[in-house]
């Protein structure tokens, strides 16, 4: 996150606005006494370094203390950020904390264990001859695949003597913002296709094929879409491609954004033809920390082979004794959360991993028909209706077929994602309660479900969004459920309607002061959605 620099002095004029500050007489020091909160009217550095040292034990329970009112983890149903190892997992990553992964050269066993990770992941995602290196997150493997495609491009375009100089990229408009900050950072023409209900709320391929043209340097597909969970259609959007290459002569690659699917369509829909199988595709990445199921820290990106990794964009180094090569925007990163990936591979294999994706679907598929069943919600997402059925509206007599046939075996591929909304019925019988309230009073419960609008084109529509994750258990599906229920039924018996904006609004003078000016309370500019 941006913050900037914060002049003390101001600070001090600040926080004398806010009641009761300053009101007790500071009598302790924070040198003498063990235990933090004893001296909890006593200020502690903030906003510069102090003159003087503090007890391990204070500092520890200082901070400690401070950071007890975030939320839980396991009761954070927002992120798709893994947040529960085994404890030999963590034992592992406590040991190796303190290994750099870009020293090479002094740590040969560390990076053996990341060679394989980039054999196995690549057999995953059924290449042959994969080449690839880890990240930081999947935020930085986009910046990289995006980069190799724009230098193929310009090679290519170079080598035919034509101008280089106006690159675009095709997504669509409910990209995640990593992938729009490619475009921005290396000056790439951002072309955004806006998304529908047809098109399930993600990339519409037609329309996106129709953006392409002679400067485009590729395409990027998203495998799992971070609003709703679906799957973009990989093989649909590289037939039209091959369609365009057969009537223009463009080649256009295909990168695929599987942050999250990139380790779930390999167990749970192991038919799915979206990767290295398809030629189009030529380069995948994936957050290890999201159902690859890590701590936040890692990621991944991978080309079909060393041919869609342009040569210019390797560094050779003579570093601490060894020559290394590398292509990444870090230098410098631990290497405890790759060691900790390889551990999830060594012991879960195939078997486990199928396992607890498939659990984690079948927990999404019962926490989407249950608050479907409450006659409050539509169900936005469809991981839970059978393959071929989308859409919350009536079922049509095709749709009830295709039920029948598949006896609800074969459900649509996605993440396991549930997006849901008040029904139309309800906010027309219940005008007062806005839906923003529902996540708002379910913070009071300890629940952190985000309500947000559909990209643009369709942000009439609200959303609330629950990410299933392996510490989502049965037992937690039947209370976030009955909290639900609890927090729709609690609004729409109130008299007058629930100001929303009233109890999320925060009046902090120190955080507002560590803005940037040129964006507090900017409305125009850019604007990014996060994942």
Not at 321 to 341: H, K, W
Request: proline share 4%.
């Amino acid at each position: 996150m941006l913050h900037k620099h914060v002049d003390t002095e101001e600070m001090i004029r600040h926080a004398k606005l806010i009641p009761l500050r300053h009101r007790f007489t500071k009598t302790h020091s924070m040198h003498s006494l063990a235990y933090g909160s004893r001296y909890a009217t006593d200020d502690i550095p903030k906003y510069k370094l102090p003159e003087k040292s503090v007890e391990a034990q204070a500092a520890y329970q200082l901070i400690h203390d401070e950071l007890e009112l975030d939320g839980r983890p396991a009761m954070n149903l927002a992120s798709f950020v893994h947040t529960w190892m085994e404890p030999e997992a963590d034992k592992l990553i406590i040991e190796n904390l303190n290994k750099n992964l870009s020293d090479q050269d002094e740590y040969p066993a560390t990076m053996k264990l990341h060679a394989r990770c980039i054999s196995i992941i690549g057999e995953m995602w059924n290449a042959k001859g994969a080449v690839g290196t880890s990240t930081i997150g999947s935020s930085e493997a986009i910046q990289l695949g995006g980069l190799a495609m724009k230098k193929r491009w310009q090679a290519k375009m170079k080598e035919q003597g034509r101008d280089a100089s106006r690159p675009n990229i095709v997504m669509g408009n409910n990209a995640q913002v990593a992938l729009e900050k490619f475009a921005r950072y290396f000056d790439v023409e951002c072309r955004l296709i806006p998304v529908s209900a047809e098109s399930h709320y993600c990339l519409d391929i037609k329309k996106a094929a129709a953006a392409c043209d002679e400067n485009t340097i590729g395409v990027y597909v998203i495998l799992g879409s971070t609003y709703t969970g679906h799957f973009e259609d990989v093989e649909g959007m590289a037939k039209e491609l091959d369609r365009i290459q057969e009537e223009k002569g463009l080649d256009i690659p295909i990168h695929v954004d599987a942050a999250s699917g990139g380790f779930v369509a390999p167990f749970a829909f192991p038919k799915l033809k979206w990767a290295f199988d398809l030629p189009r595709v030529k380069s995948i990445n994936t957050s290890g920390h999201k159902y690859g199921l890590v701590y936040a820290g890692i990621g991944w990106v991978l080309w079909k082979s060393e041919e869609y990794l342009p040569k210019e964009l390797i560094f050779t180094l003579t570093y601490l004794g060894d020559v290394e090569q590398t292509y990444t925007l870090n230098f410098s990163r631990p290497a405890c959360f790759m060691i900790a990936q390889y551990y999830n591979f060594v012991r879960l294999g195939r078997q486990g991993y199928t396992s607890i994706i498939q659990n984690d679907l079948e927990n999404a598929r019962v926490l989407s028909m249950a608050l479907e069943e409450s006659s409050y919600f539509d169900i936005v997402s469809d991981m839970h209706r059978t393959k071929g059925v989308f859409g919350y509206g009536p079922k049509t007599h095709l749709d009830s077929i295709r039920e029948a046939v598949a006896g609800i075996t074969e459900y649509n591929a996605a993440l396991p994602v549930v997006a849901f909304k008040l029904t139309d019925r309800f906010k027309a019988e219940n005008p007062h309660v806005k839906q923003a309230a529902v996540s708002t009073l379910l913070r009071t419960r300890g629940w952190i479900v985000p309500n947000y609008a559909l990209p643009p084109a369709m942000d009439d529509i609200e959303i609330l969004r629950i990410v299933v994750r392996e510490s989502f258990s049965q037992e937690l599906v039947d209370t976030v459920v009955t909290d639900l229920i609890w927090a729709t039924e609690t609004l729409a018996a109130s008299e007058s309607s629930f100001d929303i904006d009233i109890l999320i609004r925060k009046h902090d003078p120190v955080a507002d002061a560590q803005k940037l000016d040129h964006h507090t309370g900017s409305s125009t500019g850019p604007k990014g959605r996060q994942c």
